[in-house]
């Protein structure tokens, strides 16, 4: 039974660029959301998607965006990079049925800009 | 009102003993208390959780103890192994299902 499946592991960019991180959901799972976790912190969450709709959303700048497919797969979009945005970036995915399911997280994408 | 503090940043534990981390919050809204187990270079791990309708949880030489009027809860690990040497996170939601995470506790369990 695969868990959260992240892709890339690693990453690097530069100022201004764009990128796109991946998060495959554990089976049976219907829920993703996306945290980021700068160095020696706690993750921060960013949004969650169910149904193919962006649900949920935190402190984030629209520069930061996503996309749940009909798999349930689902995408981090980010535009103008900047150096804060370095980062771990974290998958989580759980049932949307019933209240505060466990969210289950991948190994996330360690983003670095340059 | 959407914070989650924890302490201590860090803990050093003797083998054999028991280490305690400590959690506060502050929006009585929340009603879903994990705690989140996080290797170096991997993703946090779910260990246990905690509804505000129990007082106290256990699973194996973990547990949750949980004050809702004094809106704190903690972990406690009993029989502390060097394995448990982890950055441990404490963490909190409500009806909107946002995780809102401590800022994490390094464990060191010393042999």
């Known amino acids: 039974d695969a868990g959260v499946t992240q892709s890339p592991t690693h990453l690097i960019k530069t100022r201004g660029q764009q990128v796109t991180l991946r998060c495959s959901p554990k089976s049976g799972h219907d829920t993703v959301s996306w945290y980021q976790q700068a160095l020696g912190q706690g993750p921060q969450f960013i949004f969650q998607y169910y149904e193919e709709e962006e649900r949920q959303r935190g402190n984030f700048p629209d520069r930061f965006s996503g996309h749940q497919f009909p798999n349930y797969s689902s995408e981090l979009n980010v535009n103008a990079l900047l150096l804060g945005d370095s980062a771990l970036y974290l998958c989580?995915?759980?049932?949307?049925?019933?209240?505060?399911?466990?969210?289950?997280f991948g190994d996330g994408t360690r983003l670095s800009i340059l | 009102q959407q914070q989650v503090k924890q302490s201590p940043q860090s803990l050093i534990v003797q083998k054999g003993g028991i280490s305690i981390i400590n959690c506060a919050y502050e929006?009585?809204?929340?009603?879903?208390f994990p705690w989140y187990q996080q290797f170096p270079g991997k993703g946090p791990a779910l260990l246990i959780a905690?509804?505000?309708d129990v007082s106290e949880k256990k699973e194996g030489r973990f547990t949750i103890s949980f004050n809702k009027s004094a809106k704190q809860f903690s972990l406690h690990i009993m029989d502390s192994q060097p394995g448990d040497s982890a950055t441990y996170f404490c963490?909190?939601?409500?009806?909107?299902?946002?995780?809102?995470w401590g800022a994490g506790t390094k464990l060191i369990i010393k042999p």
């Open positions: 929006n009585t809204a929340f009603d879903y």
């Open positions: 963490a909190a939601s409500g009806s909107n299902y946002q995780l809102i």
């Open positions: 989580a995915s759980s049932l949307r049925q019933g209240r505060n399911q466990p969210q289950h």
């Open positions: 905690i509804r505000p």
